[in-house]
């Protein structure tokens, strides 16, 4: 029996702990609208990236315009 009662101490232990732990998490600083997204003050900075974003483009694609496939290529059949 009194192994019983011990059991359910350690679980009104654990209902304790846990009702800490939560109230603890609903009293903590919520995160606003601005901590979690800052609008860009200026346009200009928006622009730049713009402008990187396409020379890096640019690049890429004269970089990917130099590769050749071997499609073009022709293949003998039965290996003559």
């Known amino acids: 029996m009194?192994?019983?009662?011990e059991r359910t101490y350690d679980?009104?232990?654990?209902?304790?702990?846990?009702a800490i732990m939560r109230e603890g998490a609903h009293r903590s600083k919520r995160p606003k609208a601005g901590d979690l997204f800052k609008r860009p003050k200026d346009g200009a900075v928006?622009?730049?990236?713009?402008?990187?974003l396409?020379?890096?483009?640019?690049?890429l694609?004269?970089?990917l315009s130099?590769?050749?496939t071997d499609n073009g290529r022709k293949?003998?059949?039965?290996?003559?």
Do not use: F
Not at 75 to 80: I, L, T, V, Y
């Open 46 to 52: 928006k622009r730049d990236e713009l402008t990187d």
């Open 2 to 5: 009194s192994a019983q009662v």
């Open 66 to 68: 130099t590769l050749r």
């Open 61 to 63: 694609n004269d970089w």
């Open 75 to 80: 293949e003998e059949a039965n290996g003559d």
């Open 11 to 18: 679980e009104y232990e654990r209902m304790a702990v846990e």
């Open 54 to 59: 396409r020379k890096e483009t640019d690049r």
